[in-house]
């Protein structure tokens, strides 16, 4: 099994910053993927950034230059560092890990419970 704990999120002015954690633990052998998603309301959820264990990222053409995703292996932590945060940033967030399990080497994805980010203008 597998839990995930995700906190950082809150109200902040446009132009502000946010950082949001999500940490894993459990039965976890490793973790060769992290993500951060966000769902507004009314849409559908979408990838924002993703790293790989090895530190390879990718982003969503809209927070390129904005956000940062980073990871702590030791920790099996993934960070998501938001700045010049816009109205249209508000969403919930979630932290999505692909992982392998310690007993059955099986991979599997798995969804933090979100955290939600709002930006006002």
């Known amino acids: 099994q597998v839990q995930l704990v995700e906190s950082g999120g809150g109200l902040v002015q446009a132009g502000g910053s946010l950082r949001l954690s999500c940490a894993a633990s459990?039965?976890?052998?490793?973790?060769?993927?992290m993500s951060w998603y966000r769902q507004a309301p009314g849409k559908q959820r979408e990838l924002v950034a993703h790293i790989t264990r090895g530190g390879n990222t990718n982003y969503v053409d809209s927070v390129k230059g904005r956000f940062t995703i980073s990871r702590d292996n030791a920790k099996k932590t993934v960070y998501l560092q938001m700045n010049s945060l816009k109205p249209e940033d508000t969403a919930v967030y979630y932290c999505?890990?692909?992982?392998?399990?310690?007993?059955?080497?099986?991979?599997?994805?798995?969804w933090g419970q979100g955290t939600q980010v709002t930006v006002s203008s």
């Open positions: 999505k890990i692909r992982w392998i399990s310690i007993t059955s080497l099986k991979e599997s994805d798995y």
């Open positions: 459990g039965s976890i052998f490793s973790i060769p993927a």
